[in-house]
């Protein structure tokens, strides 16, 4: 059974940086993309960056340049770093294959204010 663990999140003023982890268990995870997304409260969770088992990476309009996602397939664990962070971008941040087919993790909430 695959688990997937998040962690990294906090309070940041605007502005500010953050590098999130997701660490995968019990799963072919070098064989697979990944994906970070996010729920911000009363909306739907969003895709913000997904990479290919290569590497190949795609992020949408919102988090282009300022979101980057990596991959370390020996550590099973995927990052996605975070800069130029904005309110808009408060939310819990979750991780999961892309696309999304294992039970979603707790997350990890980020809060951007001053």
């Known amino acids: 059974q695959v688990q997937l663990v998040e962690s990294g999140g906090g309070l940041v003023q605007p502005g500010g940086s953050l590098r999130l982890s997701c660490a995968s268990s019990g799963g072919a995870f070098g064989n697979n993309a990944m994906g970070w997304y996010r729920q911000a409260p009363g909306k739907q969770r969003e895709l913000v960056a997904s990479?290919?088992?290569?590497?190949?990476?795609n992020y949408p309009d919102s988090v282009k340049g300022r979101f980057t996602i990596s991959r370390d397939n020996a550590k099973n664990t995927v990052y996605l770093q975070m800069n130029s962070l904005k309110p808009e971008d408060t939310a819990v941040y979750y991780c999961n294959y892309y696309p999304p087919y294992v039970a979603w993790g707790q997350g990890t909430p980020v809060t951007v204010s001053s």
């Open positions: 990479i290919s088992s290569g590497g190949r990476t």
